[in-house]
């Protein structure tokens, strides 16, 4: 995790995925900040779909705005206009991460940053 002084950037997962089961990411503490958003690196042979998950008490988790698609060999940044949600609701970001079909090559990282 990066921190400076307002500055937060945080690597919540970083992983090959060669199955379809849902994986979770790690959590990201981002009370105080008021903007948020998720960066995502797809270098799967697969599309990726990313749900975002936020918590109040970091114990229950529920899933905000709806899940995104992220194509094969693509960056994509969810931010507040895809989940509205990410502006103040939560302190306690996380993400589920889904491939499409079985992979066999690649990786998803998923980044927090936040000012």
Known sequence: MQTRGS???????????TDTNAKT???????GY?????????????????????????ITFV???TATTVNTDTNALIGEKEVAELVN?????RATITAAGI???GTVIIQIVAV
Not at 7 to 17: D, F, P, Q, V
Not at 25 to 31: K, Q, Y
Not at 47 to 53: F, L, R, S, W, Y
């Open 89 to 93: 609701y939560f302190p306690f970001i």
């Open 25 to 31: 990411s790690d959590v990201a503490e981002i009370s």
């Open 34 to 58: 008021s903007k948020k958003s998720i960066i995502v690196k797809n270098s799967l042979d697969q599309n990726a779909a990313i749900q975002v998950q936020g918590s109040a008490d970091n």
């Open 7 to 17: 500055y937060y950037n945080r690597t919540i997962y970083s992983a090959a995925i």
């Open 103 to 105: 992979a066999t090559e």
């Open 63 to 65: 899933n905000v705005g």
